[in-house]
């Protein structure tokens, strides 16, 4: 079964607000990665986050993780047009599991 | 600097018959992985592998074959193909657990 499991699956804002995604995961984790992905194109990786890191940082994007709930948010400031795509968490089990396993992922629609 | 390229974009398949789809990247990654997206399934995982020679089973490895003769190729085989089996289907590398996937364009396979 899959590891992570992306909420809401749908979103639609404005232009401007911010955008909160999350992803809860069943088993113990050594790493989450959150990934987009544009209509029709691959993924494109965005953060990861390490399972003893609590919040992380990059440009527009804050991802937070919570091992004790076994759930990672990911939140999307001042959100544009262009920030329109699906977003999946991906997560790699702990104990030497080689494995990536993605969610079912949150479409984001960002209206002009 | 190519990436990840798959092989062939787009291709119809009639029940039965048979096909293998190339993956090739040229960033001398150990992992590389194979995945099918279906609408509302997100990414499920078919096989991957971790080095030149390996292969190992994923989510969903039943009715597809692979393998690694060359550290940049890892081929993802159809036996006998079955309309279940229509997806899109991306490859993907990376240095292994914890790092980055970085994924191909996808192939669109529809079997008829």
């Known amino acids: 079964s899959q590891q992570g499991e992306e909420d809401p699956q749908a979103l639609s804002i404005q232009e401007g607000e911010n955008a909160t995604m999350n992803c809860s995961y069943k088993?113990?984790?050594?790493?989450l990665q959150w990934y987009r992905q544009n209509s029709g194109r691959g993924l494109v990786h965005l953060i990861l986050?390490?399972?003893?890191?609590r919040e992380k940082h990059s440009g527009r994007l804050r991802v937070t993780l919570d091992t004790s709930k076994k759930s990672s948010s990911l939140l999307i400031t001042a959100s544009r047009a262009a920030d329109t795509a699906s977003y999946f968490c991906?997560?790699?089990?702990?104990?030497?599991?080689?494995?990536?396993?993605f969610g079912k992922g949150t479409k984001l629609t960002v209206n002009p | 600097n190519a990436g990840v390229t798959q092989t062939p974009k787009f291709r119809v398949l009639k029940t039965g018959q048979s096909m293998t789809l190339l993956c090739a990247q040229d960033?001398?990654?150990?992992?590389m992985y194979w995945y099918r997206q279906d609408p509302g399934m997100g990414l499920r995982l078919i096989h991957y592998?971790?080095?030149?020679?390996?292969?190992a089973k994923g989510e969903v490895p039943d009715g597809y074959n692979v393998s690694r003769l060359k550290k940049q190729n890892f081929l993802l085989g159809l036996e006998s193909a079955a309309p279940s089996q229509t997806s899109v289907y991306f490859c993907?590398?990376?240095?292994?657990?914890?790092?980055?996937?970085?994924f191909g364009q996808g192939t669109r396979l529809t079997v008829v």
């Open positions: 993907a590398s990376g240095t292994g657990v914890p790092s980055y996937a970085f």
């Open positions: 088993t113990s984790i050594n790493n």
């Open positions: 986050i390490r399972s003893n890191e």
């Open positions: 991906a997560t790699d089990a702990s104990g030497g599991s080689e494995k990536l396993v």
């Open positions: 960033m001398n990654h150990e992992y």
């Open positions: 592998s971790v080095g030149e020679g390996t292969t």
